[in-house]
């Protein structure tokens, strides 16, 4: 690697934001670099600052932000140095769109909803390059092909809710690329895809990158993707960057205990648990189950629309089940299905080993009281599946006091300080409100009220999706330990195969509707049978195994066992 | 409470860490957020000491009202002004002067004898114009003194009598008075009834009709909205046609046809002012109907709905415990923002003269008057009230958008 | 013989062809349906205001036999308690209130005739004459003056919300500062006297203003612009020997300006408010920021993508801007002395109890208020794709 010029360099950048609350710093001291034609991954969470640098480098940074005295940004610009912090008016241009463009995360979001998508790129290279419109049309229809969407003339002259997902992540790579900027800043593109398109984009990245020489900043939460795609990586955690260095140092010699943490967030399949012996007894079984939505269909008629068709399927108890599948799967109406919360249209769900008979579908509706003691559900949005306006202690008691289980104030105080011992609230939180807690802890809470009245089975509808990798890993731990000293079974619904990976003893695989493949974890991640089961495999994010192994350091195997532990004594 | 609101006081800046910020329900934090807007803080003094001064009116004011207080020697009698200083001397004490009514000279010997000359000249002397009828002397050495607590006329402070049981207090003493004759801080209208006192009470008489008419609105609105929410489909169908039926006439036509239809039958003054408020209130049940129904129709289908069904919540528990608390703030936000438009549906039926009237007391009646040419001449302070109520209105608008503010991010920081 | 009867329903026909027309085109384009939809509700819309307002005009003391007695009565003939029942029963008036309204209804949809008034012993369409289209066209001058200025003023202010007072942005230069700080504070400053201007014109009721210009022409000696013409030249024609009369033209401008301002002034105030909301909404969504991030700034910013998104719920609410400003008309009518429909409703509803007029009048602002909705609705539809999207589904 010669040492060149920098194209983009950041000294000492110091942003504050103007809250409520005072001065907030959100970026310490930030110092980066980025030469010609490199990609650095810029890592952190939610809070870290990432995002705030990368619009600041734009001069986007919203108008509360205050960027300190001191801080530096220089952009290398046809043989020049450009103070980027100090460019005014019409310059900025520069700036946002000509040497340095962006994509964000929500490709929906990000273009106008209520004009052409031709007209918006257009509108673009008229503005940085001075085509003409016919010009501009040509080039954005080549670009369109580039991308790789298909019917590109088509599309071009369509709106934004009219193309799917991956398609606007493309459309979105398109307009970026069309002015030839030299650094492309792209926030989290791909965290908002189901794994089998994002590897398409990243790869499509891979690709553009090589051939046209640009520089990237990849800004992300997800070690595996930065393995991939990144030559420099620095990992920032809340403002302060905490590690830098090339990609192979800081994902195979991490030096700072957060950036273990968050490595530890990736599947480990060296570590995937052998299947028990014999397969324990089933603690619930569905039979033919259906679950079908009325919709309005073309013109007048009502549309039933199947989301899950037909699905057999025994869940041992005891275990972690894993339901994985893709956006439109069926998986959390299957989930919901099986509480009795989704409409069947045909089958049924019977529960076993219960005191009292559990079993519905259809012509057999649910008798609520019965499955709520049995069976209960902890939701994916930790933000809207608490009432705002009952305090914690309510919340988790509302099934005791809903369904009268307690004859008592006292005994119900009790229990429900209990359960939330076993869930790590602290008892005096319990008079707070919803919005004095942070995300995990509120679906802390949430899993509180689920075992309040001792449920065998619960289902965890992507109960972890909303948070941040390293509470992630908390929140996936105490289900583990409560796997383990209450013998419950748990379903986890997710989208996300290092979560399973990480997490779950038996795996079932969804795809539009249909079961496709089920085993055990170690079965289906190390020998998938169905194809598209393979194509999910392979889709997953790693770190590269090759080179793994080639660069493992001695310390490297012990360091995955220890993070473990480290991760497993940690309580917020 | 104290501890809470001292905490969230302008000065002092509140950190994350502090315990009463979690332990806030949704009304602390309302007062919280609202606390901060200052325009919001001071129209609301304002709103609240016009309130309470128009609530205790006649304690407020040194006259009586009605026609049982006018004041024979000063009618058409433009505002005495308080002093503390004049050319006597300097006194600690706020005194008036003396009024005496001067009577146009009306010379008749002249007259008769003059001819048309003589009525010429008396005409061009203005002897018999309306402005020559409110000319008052001011005797400055005849010093009225203002006192405080006199005792004056004799009125009700507050009627808890129901029925037969007579619970009513009352009082006469007022704040302040004069030691001889009446003080009228705002002059006299033609009858001689102090305009200043009949202020007072017309804002009370205004606000109390549209706390009426509010608490009808609201009722009706919760019926129509919280049916058509809940039940949905073609319940919900058929009550939204009839709602958007009735948004589309225009209001204030129908009020007036319902004042009408009022006027014919027999009603003693309180009983019309009731009615109207009735009318005003249960004909405007459109818009806050209908937000009521989207908001139950949105909130039905969140999760913490869904979540309250799993654990066994009855139907009538997840009503009472969550969906009615979720907008109870969004209603009493919206009443309070309502409140100019109902006082301005009553001053404009009592405007066209088809509301109250005379002699009752209410803004509508009192604005009425400055339509006259008489008055909009000649008696310019009887334009008083039209200040109150201006100033009583952008209270409430100011009040009413703070409090908006205040109410509506009460979404989540994520 | 046929002639006459498809004569006599001519406003029938139309109505059901333009159904048909739109149920046919329906059964292949979905927007068609949609269309064809509306329609349908429309008319039912309309059905329910008429029924409605009838029901509400017969609250209003006196019937038609008692009136046409009472006249009558002025010709020097006494009357009895027997007379009034007996003309009852000949007019028809002794039939229950859904079978009179069903003839009302019935007349009205077939030939557009909106009934006789007792009152004034003539048809109402001959009393109303071209009063009804004076109060529109007054309404709608009204609705386009608060347009005018609310909508620019609107987006002017949403565009200072959040911007703080001084500039202290220390990447800038103690002069940079000084000018920035100058902007920002006059900024603020529009800002701020737009939110009074719209705030008083919340808090000072159309009556009121209208009193207060009248009182200040009383204090400035002037003669009062009442009616919508001065004494010498109401009856002069428009078209005079030389040629359009343009002295009336200005004579005309100088009085109208008065009704369109009052008129104008309250709803001028709620659309400021309504705008900037608006536009503040639009401005902090992600494809605003994506759009400056490629170099799209200035006007082209703000008038290609906030406020080209805000203009589809500002048009939705034309229809219930115009009912809002026609409430209002009635008293700005009798304190200006208009003499539009405005103020013939004041008179039937409270001196003459005319319920024919009134509720002719009412219903033919309830038509135009649906009317106007049902064209919003149909033009959004054709030419805003995301209300296409939400309305049609996927198509």
Redesign the interface.
Known sequence: MTVGINLLEIRDLTIDFHTDEGLVRAVDNLSLSIRPAEVMGLVGESGSGKSVTAKTIMRLAPDNAVVQHLSQITLNHQGQDVNVLKLRGRDLRLVRGNAVSMIFQEPMASFAPAIRISDQIIQTMQIHLGYSKDQARRVGIELFDRVGIVDPAKRFDQYVFELSGGMRQRAMIAMALSTQPKLLIADEPTTALDVTIQAQVLDLMMELREQMGMAMLFITHDLGVVSKIADNVTVMQRGKAVEVGSAERVLFQPQHPYTRRLLDALPHLENLPEAPRHTPEPLLSVKNLSVSYPTSGKGRKTELFTAVKNISLDLPEGQIIGLVGESGSGKTSLGKAMLGAAPISSGGVQYHNTEKKVTFGVGKPVKRKHLARTAQLVFQDPYSSLNPRMTARDIIAEPLEAMRLTKSREETDQKVIEVAKRCHIEVEHLRRFPHAFSGGQRQRISIARALVCKPKFIVADESVAALDVSIQAEILNLLKELKEELGLTILFISHDLSVIANLCDWVCVMRHGELVEQGSVRQIFLNPQQAYTQKLISSIALLDAKESRSHRSPEWPCMAEQSVSVVSCERV | MNALLARFGRKSKQTKNDESYYTAGQMALIKARFKRKTSGVVAAWILGTMVLMGFFAPFFSPVDPTIRGADAEYRRGAPQMIYFWDDNGFSLRPFSYTYKKVNAKIDLKALAGGGLDALDAFIASGALSSSSQNKFEIDKNNRRYVQFFVKGWDYSLIDLSVGSLDLDFRWDRHLFGVERGQIHLMGTDEDGKDVFSRTLHAVWVTISIAIVALIVKLFVSLFVGGVSGYFGGRVDTIMMSITEAVRVIPPIPIYLACAVALAHIDLTPVQRYFAIAVVIGALDFATLGRRLRTHILTERNQDYVLAAKLCGSSTRRIIWRHLIPSFTSYIIVDTLINFPYVILAETSLSFLGLGLTEPVNSLGVLLQKAQDPDIQQNMVWQFFPVLVFVFLIMAFVFVGDALRDAADPYSEKK | MITQFLLDTWLLWLLLGVGGLLWWG??DS?YV?YVFNRYL?AL??LV??SG??FS??E???GDCAEKYIAYKNTQGETITEADIQAERVRMGLDKSLPERWGRWVTNLTLRGDLGFSCAKRQSVNLALGNRFWMSFMFCIAGLMFSYLIAVPFGILSAFTI???WTD????HSKAEQLAGTAVLSLQKVVDLLLRIIS??G????N??LA??I??LY?FAGEPMPTGLFSDQWVNVPWFGPDGFETGKFYDFLGHIWLPIFVIGWSATALQLQTVRALVVDESN???V?????????GLTLWA??PV??SI?PLFNSIG?DF??V???L??VA??IGLTDSAAL??EA??MT?DQEL?AA??FL??LV??SMNFMTDVVLAAI???VR?SVL?NG
Not at chain 3, 168 to 171: A, D, E, H, I
């Open positions: 329906g059964r979905q349906n509700l039912a819309t329910l205001v409605i307002v509400l005009m609250v209003l003391p959040n911007k703080p202290k942005n220390p990447q705030y008083l919340l808090a000072l009721p009556f009121l009193l207060t009248i009182l009383v969504k992600l494809y920021d994506a759009a400056r991030a490629r170099g799209v700034d290609g993508y080209r998104h589809s219930f009912q809002r026609f409430n209002d009635p008293i009798v304190v409703l004041i509803l409270s109890n009134a009048i009412l602002v309830a208020v649906i805003d794709p995301r999207k589904g």
